[in-house]
C-alpha cells in the first residue's frame, strides 16, 4: 500500500530509482547524443525499476563499489517484493469469519449445530452432514483441495467420492481390515492401508499396486511435493515409497513397536510418529534415525497434529493417559500447553486457519488460536470454541474439509460432517490447490507437480537450509593448512576483508575486544604469506626454471649454506655439540 | 642597403666557417650541446634516443666518422620537429650547410672532386695570401691535389677562376634537388671580405642571430675598407682585415660573456685564429664584375632573358620559391625509430580522442542494469488522433456514405466552425424564454437539493430549541448564584477589563496602531488581532443590548419557557413539513426528463426519507429530554444513555457533581432489565454491588478536589476491606445450598451424558459455576486423577533419560588410544606402566554435553548427528561476490519464483540483462554529433 501511495503522491517523497540514471556517469552526457540516444534502451524499463523502500538495508560501509551496488540493489529488490506481497494481500478479500457472542456471559459453545446450520448461508450449511454407514469405525482423508473425500471403514467398505456435488467416484467393499486411507497426489489414486499389505487404487477403484514391502500397515501419509508415500504398521517400520519412481526409497526401522499415530509436518515433510511408549519421534527419509525424540505422554501416545496456520511451528499430542499437549517444534521447550481431555485417548487435527479439534470420548472439541498458542504452566484447559457431542463410540479420525469450515469425524456408526465456523482457509491459491479445478486443470497440475518434484533427501527438520553455507568443518581451526588451501571465508578472515559487522555477537567471542583484537591481528600477521616477498626470494623463484644459471646455482648454494651455518649456530647453543643426525632419528617419537 | 650588408656579414660568417676552419670553429660548439641535447623534451626521447647517436651502415661506410659531434650530427638523419613541436631550422644551421660547406674536402676524398665544379679559390689564393702558420697544410695539399684533378676543368672555368670565387656559381643539380640555395648570402660575398674570427662562427646559432646587429656595425666598416681596397695589395688587404677585426674584438667577447656558456669554449680558439684569405685576384672584367656593394641575384641572372617577356615570366614564376628567403635545406630524416615512435604518439593522442568520445556510452553500458537491442531505437512516435484524422480517407462503402453524409450537413473538419458560427447565429433567444429556462434550471437545482435543504433547516431547528433550553437551565443555575456579592464583583471586574484593554473598539489607539503594522506583518497576526478586537467588541455590544452571545438575531422568544420553545420548534417543523408538500405537488406535475426516471426518484426519495428520519429523531428526542428532564437532574454526574432499551451508565462530566450516589441508584438497578434466562443476572444482590462500584468511580476532571480526596479514601478502605469481604463472601457461599446440589449432583449428570446429552457443555457451565464461587475441590481431585494416570507406563521418563544419556555418549568427542599393548614398552617384574603416548590417542571430534542442542531439556532428544546426504544441498564456501554470511544469506532470504512473488515482484527479480527481439541484426552503435 505504502508504494501506492508513494507512486500516487509525486510531490511527496523523492523517489530513489536504482537505474544506472542516478548512478550511471552524468559528467557531459548532455552534450553527447550519443550517449543519449542509448539511454533509453540501457536503462529499466519504467514499469520494472525497483523503488528503494525506506526500510531496504544499505551496505554503505562496504568498500568496493561493484558489491556494495550488487547488495544495495538486492536489499531494494527484497524489501519491494516484501512490500508487493504485503499489497497483495489485499486482494485475499475472503473473511475467515469466526463465530462471535456479543457479551461476556455468552459463550460460543452454547451455539449448537442445528443452530449453526440455520443460520450460516445455505452453501455453507450443506457442510452439516451425517452419513450413517455400517462397517465399524471410519477413517477419512480430504484431497488437498477439499473438493473429494475418502473414506474407509475398518470392516473394508472403501469410497471415494466428491462431497460437495455427491458424485461417488468408487465404493469397494474389500472384505478386509482397512485401517486408514489417504488420497495420493489427487484424488485419481489412493491407497489403502489393508491387513497385510498398501494397496494402491485409482479413482474407479481399479486395484494399481500392491505393495508389498508395506506390511501390516497402520497409518498411511502421502508428502505431496515429494511424491512419497510413508507407511508405518504394527512392527514399528516407517516406509517410504516413492510414487512417482514407483521404488521403495528407504524403510527405518523405529524399534518403538506398533504404531497407530502418524502425522506429516506440511512445512517441512518431516513425519512425526507417536509411540507406545509415549514418545513422538521426528523423521526425515535421510536419517536412520530420528531427528528428534520427545517424550511427549506417560501413556502410549494416541495421536499427533501439526498446525499447518503457523508453518509447522506448533505440534499438538494426544496420549492415552488423556492429556493433550500442545508444543512448540522450534525448541522443544517443554509443552506449551497441555489438559485433560475427558473420555480417554483423544484424535486430534489442526486446521487450516489454527483451530485445534479434540475427539475424545464421545464429543469433538474445537479450540481456537491465540489460546491455545499462549503458554500456559498447568492443566489447565483453553477457552473451548464449540463442542459437538457424538455418541456413536468410538470417535476413531478426525479431519478438517481443506477450503472450507467442516469437520469430517470417523465414527462406528459412519461420518459426520460438523461445521466449524472459521476453521478453513477462505482464499485458496489455485495453482497449489484449487477447489474449482476442471479436469484439464487436474492434469496439468500433476505434470508440472511431477516436475516440481523435490528429491526426498532434501527433506530436513529445517527447510531452509538448502543453499545455506555450511557450517565450517571442525578442523578449520588447524593452522598448518597454508593460505592458499583455506576456503574462502577463512581467507577473507585471514586478510582482513570479512564484512563481520553482521556477525552476531552470540556465536562469536564478542567480549575482550581490543584483546581478541590483537591477537587476531597478530594471527592474521602470522598466517600472512611471509618471505614471499624477499627480494632474493623473488629472483631465485625467477631462476626456478629449468635454466641452470650459474650465479643463480651460486646464490643458492649460499643460501644453504648460510642456513647450514645458522643451524649449527642453534645445534651449538642448545646441545653445546654437533650431532651428527643418525639412521635412528626416524624413530624418534614427534613430540 | 644596410639589410644587404647584414646578409653579407652572415655570409662572410658562414663562408669563413668552410672546411678545417669551420670544423675548428665547431668544437667549442660541439661541446656546448649535441643534437640531441639540444632538445629540451628529454621525456619524449626516452631511451631511444640514445640509439638514435649511433649512425646508420651507410653512414659508417661513408668513410670517416667525423670527429666532432656537429659533423656527426649533420650526418644523422633527422627531421624537423623531431625533438620539439615548434622547432625550426635556425638560420645558423641553414647557414651552415650551404653547398660548400656540405660538400667539403672530405667528400672531395671520397668522390675525387666529382661533384667540384670549381676549384676553390683558396688553390688560387694560397699562392698571394699570407698564411699563419697554425694553419694545417693538410687542407691545402688536397686542395692542391684537387686542383690538380681537375685540371680541365679549370681552363674551362678559367674566368671563373680568375675570378676566384666558387660559391657564386650553383650547380644546377643541387638547385633541383633543392640541397642547393642559389639565394643563399654567401652567394652576393663580397670578394675581398675579410674573414671574421672563428670565434664568432663558433658561437651558438642562437647567439649569432642576436648578434645580427652588432655585426652589422662591424660589417659595415668592413664593407667601407674592402670597398677602398686595391684588389693587388694582398697582404695589405690582409692585414687591414686583420687589424679591422681587431676593436671588434672585445665587443664580441662581452657579447660571449653575456650570453650562456656556449661562447667560453671558444676563447681558446681565438689564439689559433685564422685569417683566411677570400680576397680576389685579378683585374675586373666583363666576367668578374665589380661587386662593391650589391650583391649578384637571381635576377642578374635572368636579366638576359629581358627581351623575351613570356619566357622571363614564367621563369620568375618556377624561381619563385628559390627567392624566399625561408626555404632552406631540408634536415636529413630522424631514424625510423624515433620517427615511428613519434608517430605513434602522435597516433595515441588522436586516437584517445576518438576514443574518449566513446566512454561516457561506453561506461553506460557497461553499467547498466539493463540493455535492450538495439540501443539506438528510434524512438517510436506516438500517433495523435488528429494526426489520424488528417490522414484518414473513407476506404468502405460505410466510411464513404457517413463521409457523403457529414459533408452534406457541413458537418466535416474543414466546414464545422462555419457550421457552428452560422448556428449560433441564427439562434436568439427571446426575454421570456431565457426566464422560462433560468426558472427550470432553479426548480432542477432545487429538485436535486429539497433533502438536503431540509435536513439543513431540521438540523437549525434542533440546534435553536437545543440551545434554547440548555440556556434556560443556564440561566436558572445562574440566577440562583446571582444575588451574591461575589459574583457580581467579579463581573464588573471583568467588564472593566474589558473596556480597559480598549479591545473592542476599531478607534482606539491600539486598534490604529494594529492597522498600520498590518501592512507589515506578513504572517497575519495582528490581523487576527484585530478580528479578535472586533468580536469581542462585537460581544459587548450584544451584552449592552441584553442578548447572549451566541443568540440568534431572530431569538424573540426570550419570554417562553422550555414548553413553548419546544412547541415553537414542533411548529416550525410543522410548517417545514407542510412546504414540503406543498413543493412536493407543485412538482408532481413538472417533473420530466431525468427527474422522471426511476433511479432519481428513488434516490430523491431515500434522502427525503432520510431528512423525514432526521425530523422523526428530533421530535423523539424532544419528547425524551423532556422526560429526562421531568426525572433525573441533568446534572447527576452520570450520563445515561440509551440504546435499543437498555440504559448504558457511564461517567460524565457535570457542572455540579453534587449528584448523591444513592440517589441513581435505584435507577440503575431499575434500568436493567430483570432477564431470567440469563442465571449471571438474576441474583439482585450482585447487581446492587456491580452498580454501587461503578458509582465510586464517578469523579471527572472538574470535580472538586475534596470529591477526589473523598473518591481516594474510599478507594483505600474498600481495598483494606476486599481481603476480609473475600473470606466472609467465600464462607457464604460454601455453605450456598445451589452449590451443595451441584456437587451431589455430579455423578448422574456424567452418568447422563453418556446417553446422549452433550456432556461437554454441562461440563463447562459446571466450571462456570465454580469459577464464580471460587475453585472447588474437584480439581485436586483431577490432579490426583491425573497422577494416577501419568504413571500408567512403566518407567517411561526413565527409559528416556537413559536413552538421551547414551545418545550424549554416542556424540561425545572421544580419544581413543590405539596403543598395542607390549610394543615399545618393556615387559617383566618391576617395570612402570608405559605413560601415555599421545601420538597414539586418536581424538574424535564431536559435541559434548553442554553444547547439545537439548542441553538441559530432559523430555527430548534432538539428533546432532550430520545428514550426509542433505550436505549436498548446501554451498561449501562463501560463494565470490560475498565477504560475509550474512550478505550471502541475505541474497536467498526472499525467493524468486512466481509462487512466492507477486507478478510485479517476480518480473523484477528476473529481468533478463539483454533483451533483444529474434532474429534482427544487431547492428553497431552509430557516433551521433
Known sequence: MDSLIAKADALGKKR????????????????????????????????????????????????????RTELNKQSAQNSQAKALLEDADLLLTGEAGMMEVEGEMDKTWRVGQSEMAENSGQEAARGRREWKLDGGPYRSRYTRNGRHLAIAGSTGHVATFDWQSGTLHTELQLQETCRDITFLHDESHFAVAQKKYTFIYDRDGVELHCLKAHIEPTRLEFLPYHWLLASVGNAGYLKYQDTSTGQLLTEHRTKLGACTAMTQNIHNAVIHLGHHNGTVTLWTPNLPHPAVQLLAHMGPVSSVSIDPSTGGRYMATAGKDSTVKVWDCRNWKGCVREWTSRGGQAEIEWSQRGALAVAAGGTVNVYTKPSIHTTVHGNTQP??????????????????APFHDILTVGHNAGLSSILVPGAGEPNFDSTEADPFENKKARREREVKALLDKIQPDAIMLDPEFVGTLAPPPSAAEDSTIPFARLSRMDRLKVSGKIDDTEMNSSDEEAPQDAESKAARKEEREKRKMRGKGKSMKRYLRKQRKNVIDPRAVAVRAKLEKQKEQKRKEIELRNGGEVRKPSALDRFKRPS | ??????????????????????????????????????????????????????????????????????????????????????????SADDEDLDSDAAFDESDDDQYAGFFKKVLPSKAKAKTNTVRFPEVDLNEDSEDEKMAELSDEEQEEDSDAEESGEDDEFIDVLDVLDGRGDPMDEDDGQPPKRPAPPPAEAASDSDDEEEEEDEDDAITEDDGLAASDEDVDADALDNLHSFVSSLPSAPSRKRKSEAGPSAAEPSQPARKRRVLKETGETGEENEYRPHTTGSKLALDDFLAPLAS??????ALKDSTKPLKSSKIRTLNAPLPTRAQERLDREAAYEQTKQEVDKWSATMKRIQEAEHLSFPLQAQPEGKTSAIELAAKFQPRTELESSVDRLLKSAKLRDEDI?????NMLKGSSLSVEEVAARRAELRRNRELMFRADVKAKRVAKIKSKAYRKIRRREREKVDEEDSD?????????????????????????????????????????????????????????????????????????????????????????????????????ANNEGTAKGVWQMKFMTDAMSRKQ??????????????????????????????AVTRAGGRAIYRPGTADQPKASSSKALPEASNSIPADGANPWLDPAESTAKVAKKKNEVVISKDSKATDKAKNKLKKKQAKASVGVAKAQDDAVVHIDVNNVLNLASKAPTEAEADDDDNEEVTLQERKLDMKGKGKGKNVAFEQRDLVSRAFAGDNVVQDFQELKQREMELDAP????????????????????????????????????????????????????????????????????????????????????????????????????????????????????
Do not use: C
Request: charged share 35%; hydrophobic share 30%; glycine share 8%.
Open chain 2, 814 to 929: 572421544t580419544e581413543i588410544d590405539t596403543t598395542l599393548p607390549g610394543w615399545g614398552s618393556w615387559g617383566g617384574n618391576g617395570t612402570q606402566a608405559p605413560k601415555p603416548k599421545p601420538h597414539l590417542i586418536k581424538k574424535i571430534a564431536g559435541i559434548d554435553a553442554t553444547s547439545r542442542k537439548d542441553y538441559g531439556k530432559g523430555h527430548v532428544i534432538i539428533s546432532e548427528r550430520v545428514d550426509k546426504k542433505a550436505a549436498k544441498y548446501q554451498v561449501r564456501d562463501l560463494p565470490y561476490p560475498y565477504t560475509s554470511k550474512a550478505q550471502f544469506e541475505r541474497s536467498l532470504e526472499q525467493p524468486v519464483g512466481k509462487e512466492w512473488n507477486t507478478r510485479m515482484g517476480f518480473q523484477k527479480a528476473t529481468m533478463p540483462k539483454v533483451t533483444k527481439k529474434m532474429g534482427t541484426v544487431i547492428d553497431p552503435l552509430n557516433k551521433l554529433f
Open chain 2, 1 to 90: 642597403m644596410a639589410r644587404d650588408s647584414s646578409k653579407f656579414n652572415k655570409a662572410s660568417s658562414s663562408k669563413a666557417r668552410s672546411g678545417y676552419a669551420l670544423r675548428l670553429a665547431k668544437k667549442p660548439k660541439n661541446q656546448l650541446d649535441d643534437v640531441y641535447e639540444f632538445s629540451t623534451d628529454s621525456r619524449k626521447l626516452g631511451r631511444r634516443a640514445k640509439i638514435g647517436m649511433d649512425l646508420d651502415r651507410d653512414e659508417d661506410l661513408s668513410g670517416g666518422v667525423p670527429d666532432d659531434e656537429e659533423e656527426r650530427s649533420k650526418l644523422r638523419a633527422r627531421l624537423i620537429g623531431e625533438n620539439e613541436d615548434d622547432e625550426q631550422i635556425d
Open chain 1, 16 to 67: 530513489k530509482y536504482y537505474a544506472p540514471s542516478a548512478a550511471g556517469p552524468s559528467k557531459k552526457p548532455q552534450s553527447d547524443r550519443t550517449f543519449q540516444s542509448i539511454q533509453k534502451r540501457t536503462s529499466v524499463p519504467k514499469s520494472l525499476q525497483v523503488v528503494t523502500p525506506e526500510n531496504a538495508k544499505e551496505y554503505k560501509h562496504i568498500a568496493n563499489k561493484k558489491l
Open chain 2, 308 to 313: 623575351q617577356p613570356e619566357a622571363l615570366q
Open chain 1, 383 to 400: 477457552p473451548l470454541y464449540m463442542t459437538h457431542p457424538i455418541p456413536q463410540r468410538p470417535l476413531s479420525s478426525v479431519r478438517f
Open chain 2, 609 to 638: 426519507g432520510e431528512a423525514d428520519k432526521e425530523v422523526d429523531d428530533f421530535v423523539k428526542e424532544m419528547n425524551g429530554i423532556e422526560d429526562a428532564a421531568g426525572e433525573a437532574e441533568p446534572s447527576s454526574g452520570v
Open chain 2, 484 to 584: 451574591d456579592e461575589g459574583s457580581n464583583l467579579k463581573r464588573e471586574v471583568e467588564r472593566a477589563r474589558e473596556r480597559a484593554t480598549l479591545r473592542h473598539k476599531n478607534t482606539g489607539k491600539w486598534a490604529k496602531q494594529m492597522n498600520g503594522r498590518a501592512e507589515f506583518d506578513e504572517d497575519g497576526g495582528s490581523r487576527a488581532a484585530i478580528e479578535e478586537m472586533l468580536a469581542k467588541g462585537e460581544t459587548l455590544r450584544r451584552k449592552i443590548q441584553g442578548k447572549g452571545s451566541d443568540d440568534e438575531s431572530d431569538d424573540s422568544d426570550d419570554g417562553l419557557d422550555d414548553e413553548e420553545i419546544r412547541q415553537r420548534a414542533f411548529d416550525e417543523l410543522e410548517r417545514l413539513k407542510q412546504d414540503d408538500e406543498d413543493a412536493a
Open chain 2, 417 to 421: 466552425v462555419q457550421t457552428e458560427e
